[in-house]
Nanobody, 116 residues
Framework: QVQLVESGGGLVQAGGSLRLSCVAS????????TGWFRQAPGSEREFVAD???????AYADPVKGRFTISRDNAKSTVYLQMNNLKPEDTAVYYC??????????WGQGTQVTVSS
């Protein structure tokens, strides 16, 4: 089992920055992919960014050049640095971890609100 706890969300003005954190516990050695998704009201959950154990990263087009995913293995933590935030980035942000056996784990989510 893997447990994920997100933090770092909040209210920020457009153009501002936030850094989200996702702390993993449990069977963290079995994780090969950790990523961030978001869900705005009335919308489906969508991919934001992910980071593989190889170090390779991927980003959704709307956040490329503004968001950066990174990790601190010693702290079992994955970060999402979000710069130049826009009102359309407003959503609940979820951390997701995928094990080598393809089991998927989700965190509880953290709210990000960007005011115009």
């Amino acid at each position: 089992q893997v447990q994920l706890v997100e933090s770092g969300g909040g209210l920020v003005q457009a153009g501002g920055s936030l850094r989200l954190s996702c702390v993993a516990s449990g069977r963290t050695f079995s994780i090969y992919n950790t990523g961030w998704f978001r869900q705005a009201p009335g919308s489906e959950r969508e991919f934001v960014a992910d980071l593989r154990s190889s170090g390779n990263t991927a980003y959704a087009d709307p956040v490329k050049g503004r968001f950066t995913i990174s990790r601190d293995n010693a702290k079992s933590t994955v970060y999402l640095q979000m710069n130049n935030l826009k009102p359309e980035d407003t959503a609940v942000y979820y951390c997701r971890a995928v094990e080598y056996g393809a089991t998927v784990y989700w965190g509880q989510g953290t709210q990000v609100t960007v005011s115009s």
